[in-house]
């Protein structure tokens, strides 16, 4: 079993859904949470960042982290076709002197007219 | 430059053919990263360097080798390269801490 797991999809919505897209971890040490988002045959550019479990919002977007749980979620309102794109999950924990993230499969979510 | 560059963007090479993959960086970041991507596998890291003049192995780290001599530029080496080698690879930096990352376009490479 992989320390992060996250369902490939693909996920499809209409758009103007509401889209959620999770991911489990078993590691307990980790602290920073992030999700990316990738465009096809381009590289992830990181999307959102929180260390604590809760909310963080930002625009359309918000990530939530249930530590006790071990589960992540991020989650899009008002979908649109340009959030078409696969999102990875990452999270990292401090190892030998530095953080390495573990990035999850990635779930490609496609949203159409 | 802004950000991340990669060279090249695509290659295709014979099996046992010697390949450097290169990246640069101009945010003066510490850490860079290589990863290869692969459908179903996701993204997995082969090497890092925290600082110029150190490097370290990450998940898959067999086949290739780094070196970091230093801040901006931090190339990949294939010394043989193999089929199972195919792949699209990323290079990333991050300014440390919690390591969120900075990620170049990425080089296709096949290897046949």
């Known amino acids: 079993q992989k320390e992060v797991e996250q369902d490939p999809g693909p996920l499809s919505v209409p758009e103007g859904a509401i889209v959620s897209l999770n991911c489990t971890y078993s590691?307990?040490?980790?602290?920073?949470f992030m999700w990316y988002r990738q465009y096809s045959r381009k590289g992830p550019e990181l999307l959102m960042y929180?260390?604590?479990?809760g909310n963080k919002e930002d625009g359309r977007f918000t990530a939530q982290v249930d530590k006790s749980s071990k589960y992540i979620s991020l989650f899009i309102r008002d979908s649109q076709p340009s959030d078409s794109a696969t999102y990875l999950c990452a999270m990292s924990a401090l190892s030998g002197g530095s953080y390495i993230p573990t990035f999850g499969r990635g779930t490609s979510l496609i949203v159409h007219p | 430059i802004a950000g991340i560059t990669q060279a090249p963007t695509s290659q295709i090479l014979a099996a046992g053919r010697r390949m450097t993959l290169r990246c640069t960086q101009d945010m003066r970041h510490n850490a860079m990263y290589w990863y290869r991507q692969d459908l179903g596998l996701g993204l997995r890291l082969i090497h890092y360097s925290n600082t110029a003049g150190t490097t370290g192995k990450g998940e898959v780290p067999d086949g290739y080798s780094v070196s970091r001599a230093n801040t901006d530029d931090f190339p990949l080496t294939l010394a043989s390269a193999v089929p199972s080698q195919t792949s699209v690879y990323f290079c990333a930096s991050s300014d440390g801490g919690y390591d969120t990352q900075y990620f170049g376009p990425g080089t296709r490479l096949t290897v046949l």
């Open positions: 929180t260390y604590s479990s």
């Open positions: 590691n307990s040490a980790f602290q920073y």
